[in-house]
């Protein structure tokens, strides 16, 4: 009777050694740890968008982005200073300068969701590095893609207009535009960030030995004509599932406005008010732009991936953005044409 219970006490000793808590960061020893690969996969994505937007902010200058907290709304203040005279008698009162504080409340931040699944078909088809990582660099390009035409439509939107009638005069217009702007409300610039259709500057530059850039897919001249950063755009950047154009810079137009006028909002998917409906997005960094999750999901057979983001680059003056056409408006409408049935 004593040889039995010592048994069953060694019994319950191993039952309870092998009964170790399972968790995506502490898997059984006794299985292939397939968590640590996932993991890893989802730091890469979420690094990787988090460092092409570090090199976009790099060259465009932008400061550090503002981060949005769950019911909260994004305001901004600006104030006004009405000086007063400073020759003032002896004796008498010093007047006050009025100051003016001025509240604008910007439009609210949205969440966007994304999607993908890869089949196990694909992967038996072409390989995992295919299947998956090719699928992943193109989901994580289009992603990109989303931001910067949301940002390009906005610029567009600029109210300092103005014409010229050349690509180059149209640099010189916007930039001037720009300084003229912000040296009327007092407001320093340390660069002007100029925006161009890609193919206008190579028309414009020829032959000419121009060193540009290539860094988060686009490409740039640093240091030109007054220009702190000259992006080169595409027409458009690609296009949406429902085949409409995601919207980069047009033939026949430069845009422009100072590095100080561009911010970048975003919300952070790792918020713990988000772990309250278990969704846990893994993230990178100390700005966390965008959550990414996989998952095998068996009763489809396919290797799930999840993404969500919240950023937005917004402009805090909109008369602060120049917007110049250059030659006709008809001739840029032809040379679109032209270059799209070419696909130059």
């Not at 550090?64 to 994004?74: D, F, N, V, W, Y």
């Not at 909002?265 to 008010?273: K, L, M, R």
């Not at 999840?306 to 602060?320: F, Q, T």
């Amino acid at each position: 009777m004593h040889k039995s219970k010592s048994k069953l006490k060694n019994i319950g000793l191993q039952f309870f050694a092998a009964s170790k808590v399972e968790t995506l960061t502490n898997p059984r020893d006794s299985l292939p740890n397939v968590y640590n690969g996932i993991t890893a996969r989802e730091v890469d994505f979420v690094t990787r968008f988090n460092d092409n937007w570090d090199a976009l902010r790099d060259i465009m200058g932008i400061m550090r982005p503002i981060r949005k907290a769950p019911g909260s709304q994004l305001i901004s203040y600006t104030a006004k200073v009405a000086l007063e005279s400073g020759d003032v008698d002896p004796g008498n009162v010093i007047p006050y300068s009025k100051a003016t504080v001025e509240k604008r409340t910007h439009e609210n931040l949205t969440i966007k969701k994304y999607a993908k699944a890869v089949p196990i078909e694909d992967v038996e088809q072409y390989g995992a590095e295919i299947a998956i990582e090719k699928s992943d660099d193109a989901f994580l390009t289009e992603l990109q893609n989303v931001v910067l035409g949301d940002f390009y439509t906005f610029l567009n939107t600029g109210s300092l207009t103005g014409t010229a009638a050349t690509w180059q005069a149209a640099l010189a217009r916007a930039q001037g535009l720009v300084l003229n702007k912000f040296a009327s409300i007092r407001k320093s610039t340390t660069g002007i960030v100029g925006f161009a259709n890609i193919l206008d500057a190579y028309d414009y530059l020829g032959e000419a030995v121009i060193s540009t850039q290539m860094n988060f897919g686009l490409t740039y001249i640093k240091n030109f004509m007054g220009y702190s950063t000259l992006l080169l755009l595409p027409e458009t950047l690609g296009q949406t599932s429902d085949g409409e154009a995601i919207p980069g810079i047009a033939p026949g137009k430069v845009l422009a406005t100072p590095s100080e006028n561009i911010d970048l909002y975003y919300i952070d998917p790792s918020d713990s008010e988000f772990a309250r409906l278990d969704l846990n997005y893994t993230t990178a960094g100390e700005t966390n732009l965008i959550g990414f999750h996989a998952q095998g999901n068996y009763s489809t057979a396919v290797g799930e991936t999840y993404a969500i983001m919240g950023m937005k680059l917004w402009a805090e003056y909109l008369d602060g953005i120049a917007n110049v056409s250059f030659g006709d408006a008809g001739g840029a409408a032809v040379r679109s044409a032209a270059r799209k049935s070419n696909q130059v």
